[in-house]
């Protein structure tokens, strides 16, 4: 083992450049009249694209105003940089925009143990490993390859600075806040945005003020405030929301403390979470070898740049005493249902369920701080002296290198594997399902975990196990019972010799007193990497699970074939979607995921739980066109395939709220990859739309909800007017002339969101075509 210190970090490429951030915002506070800020808003509005313009003429109301924002920096994980960078490189850059890094986590298969599972999952991953290496080789992004960690470990303890703003292509972004920034979780194609220097938008957010008053104290740690907290607002609660957390318990707790909360922030929907900066982001700063952020950070808080102003108004406030929680267990299948200790053995017997625990598993991206890690040894050296060992498997997954090596220098795995652990690689393993369990299959059993989302099925594939979050301490206490109702806080464990243990509440070191220890320093990238421009970034013409990603052609121009200049041509209605469809309706997740970076492969799940107003079934679509060789009715890629085929352009009718869900960029580019040119829909979800604008597909709203219903399958839909607003005229308005399949028609009113900006994308077929235009 080879265990060097850890050294001092170049720290140019991650040191917010304060200066510049504290006069934006003093450009953006001559519009707010003097308002007091909340840190997330002094945060988000000193990355305003514009900031001294500003949004809407420089009003901004939380909740309703659009900001065009310019992060600071991308992370990508290995499941969602795949679509992400095929996207980047159709842009023709050379290099990204902003600093950028990949991490390969997510693709790593929990078996038997680092080792073994790290060459296994390299050797059956390896294509997308290698396209991802080479991809950001030739661009400069860091690569982090497999074995160096978990994306939100490595990005706290390497990238994250109080008062950034940065986006990582995970939902558990936010972790970051820890901190005391913004961190945002997205889709591919916002990143994109951010590494292509295109202003990324964001509906300014409400915020939530969170009033910590108090101590956490004997078993309670942060992760039971989080979990609390979770109980209180719900899994919808935080949404459209940042939790911004304030009072004297923010400066009470470690900074891995506060990575945890704002990890599971993301639980409750919440936009992200932060905190004001405090000593103790100062000391972490300097342990993880940046102490030159630690200086400029506090140079910028004595500006009072990193904390809200005195005044700030809050949409809600909700107090917390810390020193009256207790340690809480969450679940089963929703991370909400929050139960204290001291009921939870009493939950468990109302529900009949059996009370036994199949597993326990610790680490992840949500819990493998040095604290966590050295509290649960002071409890494995506890049992080990009374005998025990782990009643069950129990797991372990450190979050990054750096934690595995110091751990191992400093007798902590020593202590874990010493009662039964088993520590698996530096990976997202079971937390993400990649957990290849060999017993429980399809029995129903209750596991333990420190982990963040208990969702049916998330962590071993079989929908009846229950997952229940809790502390790592709780978690591995708990193991050495075995029993689900077991509470370490009261409760006594009979040893062989009848004697009883009674745990004593373990404390843990906030950070190694040795300082951490970088472990295998060949999984650092270099800091600031020069792109290498002539790398061939790796793709097997074969491949399955990766397919370079060719321009969307223009609708317009000689190329198009498009007789109509710059009006759409005519389009021929695919089908009418009736009622809800989300961006799962319209790209299934599950099996289809191994296909995220093959576009033809994945789009061949398009719509396929989507319902066609016309009859009323799902994945059912009308071809009037069709053949002698084919007939009427196929699925729904079938038909969008057949009018590809014939080179048909083709258009979407859609109803309320369409494409409401994630942010995932699939449900955008299948479409436009099977020859949609429009949607027309009664309501759009925002973020779907903007989407559907940067990969070249033209959202429109009907004026009258009504005339959803006259349009139906194979009938004509053209434009009007739309030239004339691409043309400039902003006053222009545009109709649609609905041809029937009987030869009648009739014109429609309906209304659009473009921007200017988002007509020269339209123009050119996409976002992307449209920056390699310019470079070009
Ligand atoms: Fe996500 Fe768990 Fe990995 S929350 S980043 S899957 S460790």
Redesign the pocket.
Known sequence: ATHVPLQEKDCRSITPPYPTLIENLALVRKYLNGRPLTLAEKILYSHLFDPEKGPDGGKIVRGETYLQLRPARVAM?DASAQMALLQFMSAGLGKTAVPSSIHC??LIQASVGADADLQRSIASNKEVFDFLESAAKKYGIEFWKPGSG???QIVLENYAAPGMLMLGT?S?TPNAGGLGLLAIGVGGADAVDAMTGTPWELKAPQVVGVHLTGQLNGWATPKDLILHLAGKLTVKGGTGRILEYFGPGVFSQSCTGLATVANMGAEVGATTSTFPYTPNMKTYLHATGRGPVAQAADKAAAQGFLSADEGAEYDEVIEINLSELEPTINGPFTPDLATPISKFGAFIKEQGWKDEISASLIG???NSSYEDMTRVAELAKQAKAAGLKSKVPFLCTPGSEQIRATMERDNVTEALESVGATVLANA?GP??GQWKREDKKDEENAILTS???NFKSRNDGNKLTMNFLASPTIVTAMAFSGKLSFNPLIDTITLPSGESLKFTPPSGKDLPPAGFTAGETSYYPSPIPEPHHETEVLISPTSQRLEELKPFLSHFGPASGNPRGLELPSLRVLMRVRGKCTTDHISAAGPWLKYKGHLSNISENLLITATNDEGGDVNVAFDHDHDASQSETDTIPNVAKRLKARSQPWALIVDENYGEGSAREHAALQPRFYGCAMIIARSFARIHETNLKKQGVLPLWFADKNDYSRIGAGDIVETNGLAQLIEGDANATVTIKVTKRDGSSFDIPVKHTMSSDQLKWLRAGSALNHIRGQVN
């Open positions: 994980q986590d997510h978990i994306i939100h995970d558990h992840s991206c949500t997202c937390c993400i982990f963040n989302r």
